[in-house]
């Protein structure tokens, strides 16, 4: 089958090399893909993500029979309902369902009207009722602005004034909408689950570290590594998420005239309770992608399909029994302001022997590789255990000359015991 898979990140590598093993794959292209993606698929140039008519049209003249959609965006804008119409089967969510991860206050009413269990919540359309909750609540509290803001809009506030703050930064910076939240206290975990309306699958599991330097220190960003599985969720805890959390939402959506097909993104917060959800997202994570692809053993793209076209039931997935840990190369500066375009040498002395080197922000200048983004490479390495994974996923870091970049030395600190930074292979 011809494949198109979109999408430029790090995450999008990962599943490129991983669906290319298929031995039902047929012509693959990517859009607008990377250097690393094209080594798997046919990069194609001039076509927006955001041209659904035009991406139509060039899927039809291809004989493409299978869009896997990596990113969030095009899924919350409607190109798998858009491509539904032309006939072309794809793999994530209509608009209508990504809203699971597209409106805060959907996926909240949702799991109220449910029982999926998750933080209390009201939602606020103006700031002095936010402010009155927040005040007859007190603190530790979290203020969420609704809407897609990749991890941006949320403020996990310690103090009422903070909150407050907070609450008024949502309004004047033109928001509408404000969530306020009861504060969780546990571990969060990442699972993922298949879904192909009511059929649910898991698979597999992650932790991530989001601030930016060695001991959880410095800003959010959009995870500078991870490891997979989370140990944290034992397989209990897991099969109490599926049918406590997952399995409730794909009934529920499906009860909504609108099944929810794709991959959904569970983040849980590990309570004394059990688990709830933190939030919901509509794709695979980045980097959370990069260590499960190495763990799957399976035909990526027989079970994307399957999930896309509700035959999920009966799918049962083969994992590696090894462990995986990403470590991503950034960009010195990021998430902040910083420079592109310094080479990059020795991915291919860095990898092999259970190391992949997946590839985000690069592009090819001339014969060079050459930094073109924030995250700019996850080093990814599987070991028998973590801290065999750890050891040599930092050890092919080594093997990277680019001296621009800079990346967290205590990826896995909580899995593997230690108090960061741990010691650098
Ligand atoms: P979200 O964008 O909803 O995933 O929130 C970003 C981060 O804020 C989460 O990964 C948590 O670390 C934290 N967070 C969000 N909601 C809560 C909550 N109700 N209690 C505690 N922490 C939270
Ligand atoms: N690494 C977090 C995410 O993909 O949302």
Known sequence: MNVLLLGSGGREHALAWKLAQSPQ??????????????????????????????????????????????????????????????????????????????????????CKANGIPTAAYAGFTDAASAIAYVEAEGAPIVVKADGLMAGKGVVVALTVEEAVTAVEQVFAGGGTEVLIEEFMEGEE?????????????AFGSAQDHKRAFDGDLGPNTGGMGAYSPAPVLTPELEERAMREIIAPTAKAMVAAGTPYRGVLYAGLMLTKAGPKLVEYNCRFGDPECQVLMPRFSGDLLEVLHATATGRLAGVTPRWSADSAITVVYASKGYPGPHPNGSEIKGIANASGDGVLVFQAGTKRMGNALVSNGGRVLAVTATGADLAAARDRAYAAIGRIGWPDGFYRTDIGWRALGVKPPCPKA
């Open 25 to 110: 794959m047929g012509q693959f292209y990517a859009l607008p893909g990377n250097p690393g993606i094209a080594e798997h698929a046919d990069i194609i140039e001039g076509i927006p993500l955001s041209a659904h008519d035009m991406l139509v049209t060039w899927c039809k003249d291809h004989g493409i029979a299978f869009v896997v959609v990596g990113p969030e965006a095009p899924l919350v804008a409607g190109l798998v309902d858009r491509l539904a119409q032309a006939g072309i089967t794809a793999f994530g969510p209509t608009a209508a369902a990504a809203r699971l991860e597209g409106s805060k206050l959907f996926t909240k009413e949702l």
């Open 189 to 201: 975990a990442s699972l993922f689950a298949l879904v192909d309306g009511e059929t649910v699958l």
